[in-house]
């Protein structure tokens, strides 16, 4: 039998035991044991208390301080440091969930989404309704492209409980939302959040109302974002992302000129995109062709509008060329040969002298042109650029004057 | 058949003397403290010892639920000066803190406190078996200090264990000091014990499950009741001080779909596998880390410790009980490479830690091991079928109780444990099916449990809790003879009762007084009645004995041995028609019967 062993310590305590009951006196009354036994516990209790509060105090000393150095790392961008210093935390205060959260927050930040997804279910098995985890879970599954769990978690953290600023924290949730879905390219299921979210911005914040029209803008409805920018100029005049939004949302609804309005409105040092650039050198294409300005004298006037014919002829005789057929032809069988026929049967009165001298023919010599323009974008496809182009833009945006 | 434990296990028979007060005996006099201090005191320690029992119990549970408190904050205080707050140590303290400290504990268990050493349960078994329930307090007092120097500086080992006994040896002293009876005193360490543990595990249903599995191995009503009082208390206490958290925090679990239990039999063969192989190695190292110089044992604790440093500056996860690791795992934090990993390394260092002869319990690496194993094989099995629901968490969770049960062979526990960690009665099932799995591998290769090991390795022959639980008992129906009586009504005559003897000449002749009443007749006597031609008498009129106690076939031959010694032949009758005899029991028959069983 080995020394250290049961056995070994059995003898010993086998003598022990002998001795105790041969030595122990064997005359003390219960009663007496037992009050000694209930001092002892008063003792034991008083000793246990004290030192579990010091645990205590303890414990949430080392838990705050390793959460805050979490936070500290967290902001830093120190991800990883900040999740081995909340997991520290959590070991001291394993059910708090306000360090649950930050950990899963750290762990996503890391791109450990599973992770973090794991605490962030937990968590939400126990408050089903708390917007921020539902945001966080919507994240993750944005990140790992569920997109249908994304939007759910979405939705959830949009109607769910917040804590602080509940109404600013739901629409900072729907506008990423918004994004998240046009980031995919689903405008359609954007868009009644976009317009909901637009609905949902308070009043008198700018800031907010830029965002979410710039959404609209995103979700093509222009008409609802030029509204919107609008307002925020009236609020703010010189307001640069309003101008640009409000000339784009002109822009894109044809209003040429109120575009070009907006853009010219911009300081010199608002520096446009690509985009905004091409929007605003075909606005003033737009306008440098336009024979119904506002202030152009006749002269001008009748100069515009027999450009416009001419180019509008000599579109309509490229596409039917195109098309394997002769423009003129008698009688006129197609409706290219027929208003070729019309304009070159109206070509001694719509020379540019004579709609100078009489400015009522101008309209239905442009009303013509643009007749020609449109059989052409029928017939061979909208043109893409140059003066075909913008005399057809001029067309529409004629179209939406009249609308 | 009588071993030691049923001893123990029997409820104390109440002295028929003994005297129920009557009920204006128990209302004492109002407004004289003196007169309620003799009431209460008549009442609680003059009475019945039972009632003493009972509230000792409920003493004994607070005390555990204090001491347990204590330990564990000792723990973790000696865990921050050690190793620091930190769950990544630097190296350094890593390296150094488990090997200096374990120098302290070769000296504290060889020279201060050589009772500490063990994890504690096999102690208890000892002190309740051989020693009467002796347990002395500077035992209590060294496992305190050892263990929480121990697995506060990193070794891999758990305070359950230990609390188990410090929890044992607190009820013994208490015991001893009451002057209580020596069967009370062999039956307090279990309830100090389940105490102990129900306050270390925060579950007083494994607690008390685990101590009447593996400690007194029955479910007596004499001692069942002060146990989960003693349980109950501790934990409360426990709770008072240190919250109501459990150990861990388990996720929602769910089973989507009958399919599921595949992947939890899988794992319950995994279980079985691993732990077979850590008992295995045990029971392979063990005698022979026992047979090294006496020098060398003052050096072991510090060389497992040196160990188990170099290997925590690569995974710290594996010192100490690992609670925050395996509650990691449950929710699941790791890979899969990383939970299995920690499954070996945890499977190493805790063998390490133990054979080394460091005192600490080995329930928090089994749950750890169990974890990390769990984890990973969900994770693997998620690998290959992606559509399965079950979380790794889950299978975290089962893993726990699936090793518990094939390591320690204690399924009941293990599932009680699952279920009462979990707070969810969807994990039965699972744990069930793995841990029943692993249970049967680990019975089927390892003949002997661990704890019955340790104890033989001691050289010291413990019941076997597991052989006990399934040892089939005798019935009288394994014993009977059933077609060997006689079965005479009143009204029969003795000259037919004669010719009746002749063709049975052996059997004995039983008479049916009226239903439920059997006697026993003379066969000498009837045929030397019925010789007489003159004699008219029936069976009715002639001297019997009896009535004879009756007995049922399905009833426990120990049980009918009590009467066998009294009456030649005992009546067998049919439990739904007492008129009606299945045979007749002599002692010869259940001599018979045992020697049979002994023989296969």
């Keep these: 039998m080995a020394a250290d062993s049961i056995g070994g310590v059995v003898g010993e305590h086998n003598t022990q035991a002998d001795f105790w009951r041969k030595n122990v006196p064997s005359n003390r009354p219960r009663e007496f044991v037992l009050i000694i036994c209930f001092v002892l516990l008063l003792l034991m209790f008083s000793v246990t208390a004290l030192v579990s509060r010091l645990y205590h105090m303890k414990i949430h000393t080392l838990a705050d301080q390793w959460y805050a150095q979490g936070d500290a790392a967290f902001h830093a961008g120190d991800a990883k440091t900040a999740i081995v210093d909340y997991r520290n935390a959590l070991v001291y205060s394993p059910n708090n969930s306000v360090f649950q959260l930050h950990l899963a927050q750290a762990l996503v930040s890391a791109a450990r989404f599973e992770e973090a997804r794991s605490y962030l279910v937990n968590l939400l098995a126990e408050s089903p309704g708390s917007g921020e985890i539902n945001l966080e879970l919507a994240r993750i599954s944005a990140r790992q492209r569920a997109w249908l769990d994304a939007v759910r978690y979405y939705h959830s953290a949009i109607y769910g409980v917040w804590d602080a600023d509940p109404l600013v924290q739901r629409w900072n949730v729907r506008k990423e939302l918004c994004r998240f879905l046009l980031d995919r390219g689903d405008v359609a299921g954007a868009q009644p959040e976009v317009l909901a979210l637009a609905q949902e911005v308070p009043p008198g914040d700018i800031q907010r109302q830029k965002e979410a029209a710039a959404l609209l803008l995103r979700t093509g409805s222009w008409a609802r974002a030029l509204q919107d920018f609008q307002v925020i100029l009236k609020q703010s005049r010189g307001d640069q992302d309003a101008l640009v939004g409000a000339a784009i949302a002109s822009y894109q609804l044809n209003k040429y000129a109120e575009a070009l309005d907006y853009f010219e409105k911009l300081h010199r040092s608002t520096a446009l995109d690509q985009n905004g650039e091409g929007m605003l050198q075909t606005a003033r294409q737009v306008e440098m062709a336009d024979p119904f300005r506002r202030g152009l004298s006749a002269a001008e006037r009748a100069t515009r509008a027999a450009a416009a014919l001419a180019q509008a002829r000599s579109r309509v005789s490229d596409c039917s060329r195109q098309h394997g057929e002769a423009i003129s032809q008698t009688p006129p069988a197609t409706d290219l040969q027929m208003l070729y026929a019309t304009a070159q049967g109206m070509s001694k009165d719509w020379t540019e002298a004579n709609l100078a001298r009489h400015p009522d023919r101008i309209d239905p010599a442009m009303s013509l042109a643009f007749q020609m323009e449109d059989a052409s974008a029928q017939q061979c496809g909208e043109p893409q650029n140059g003066t075909d182009r913008i005399l057809w833009m001029l067309d529409r945006s004629r179209e939406g004057v009249a609308q | 058949m009588s071993d030691p434990v049923s001893q123990i296990a029997q409820p104390p028979q109440i002295p028929q003397a003994e005297v129920t007060p009557v009920a204006s005996e128990l209302t004492p006099p109002p407004g004289r403290i003196r007169s309620l201090w003799r009431f209460w005191t008549r009442e609680i320690f003059t009475g019945s010892e039972d009632r003493l029992f009972l509230f000792l119990a409920i003493l004994i549970g607070i005390f555990s639920g204090l001491a347990v408190v204590c330990f564990r904050v000792a723990i973790e205080w000696t865990q921050f000066a050690v190793l620091g707050s930190t769950l990544a140590p630097t190296v350094p303290r890593v390296f150094l803190a488990p090997a200096i400290a374990g120098l302290g504990i070769a000296f504290l268990v060889m020279k201060v406190f050589p009772q500490s050493r063990g994890s504690g349960v096999n102690q208890t078994k000892a002190a309740v078996y051989v020693l009467n329930g002796y347990i002395s307090f500077k035992t209590v007092i060294g496992k305190f200090i050892v263990c929480a120097l121990a697995i506060g500086s ?98 929602p679990i769910q089973i989507a779909h009958p399919a599921e239990f595949i992947a939890y039999a899988v794992l319950g063969l995994a279980g079985g596998a691993i732990s077979l192989i850590f008992l295995k190695w045990i029971a392979y190292a063990r005698p022979r880390i026992q047979k090294l110089p006496r020098w060398s044992k003052y050096l072991q604790p510090a060389a497992a410790g040196l160990l188990i440093g170099l290997v925590g500056i690569r995974l710290p996860q594996v010192m100490g009980a690992g609670y925050s690791v395996i509650d990691e795992a449950l929710h699941g934090q790791f890979a899969w490479h990383l939970l299995l990993l920690l499954a070996v390394v945890k499977l190493l260092t805790t063998g390490i830690s133990f054979l080394s002869g460091t005192p600490g319990g080995m329930f928090a690496p089994a749950l750890f091991i169990g974890a990390m194993l769990g984890g990973s094989v969900g994770a693997m099995e998620h690998h290959f079928f992606p559509r399965l629901t079950v979380t790794i968490g889950t299978f975290a969770l089962v893993g726990m109780g699936t090793f518990f049960a094939g390591f320690l062979r204690v399924p009941i526990t293990s599932i009680f444990m699952v279920i009462e960690l979990s707070g969810n009665y969807s994990a039965a099932l699972p744990v069930m099916v793995s841990s029943l799995i692993a249970y049967f591998i680990s019975r089927r290769f390892q003949a002997i449990p661990l704890f019955d090991m340790l104890t033989r390795q001691d050289g010291l022959i413990l019941p076997s809790i597991e052989e006990r639980r399934e040892q089939v008992s005798l019935v009288v129906e394994d014993a009977m003879q059933p077609e060997m009586a006689i079965v005479a009504a009143p009204a029969d005559t003795l000259a037919v009762l004669a010719a009746r003897l002749g063709e049975n000449a052996q059997g004995p002749i039983l008479l049916r007084a009226r239903v439920g009443e059997w006697r026993l007749l003379d066969p000498a006597e009837v045929r030397r009645l019925a010789s007489d031609p003159l004699n008219t008498h029936t069976a009715g009129d002639i001297p019997s004995k009896g009535p004879l106690p009756m007995i049922f076939p399905d009833e426990v031959l120990e049980e009918v041995l009590r009467w066998a010694g009294d009456w030649p032949v005992l009546p067998v009758v049919n439990r739904g028609d007492l008129g009606k005899l299945e045979g007749v029991l002599a002692l010869a028959d259940i001599l018979h019967a045992f020697r049979k069983a002994s023989a296969e």
């Design chain 2, 154 to 251: 990193g070794q891999s080992l758990g305070p359950e264990d230990p609390s188990l006994q410090i929890g044992a040896g607190i009820a013994s002293a208490i015991g001893r000091s009451l002057k209580l009876s020596q069967k009370k005193i062999r039956l307090i360490a279990p309830v100090g014990a389940a105490a102990g543990l129900a306050a270390a595990f925060n579950a007083p249903i494994s607690a008390v499950v685990f101590v009447i599995e593996e400690v007194i191995g029955t479910w007596s009503a004499g001692v069942l009741g002060a146990i989960v009082l003693a349980a109950v208390s501790s934990v409360v206490t426990m709770r008072y001080f240190l919250g109501p958290e459990s150990l861990f925090r388990v996720p």
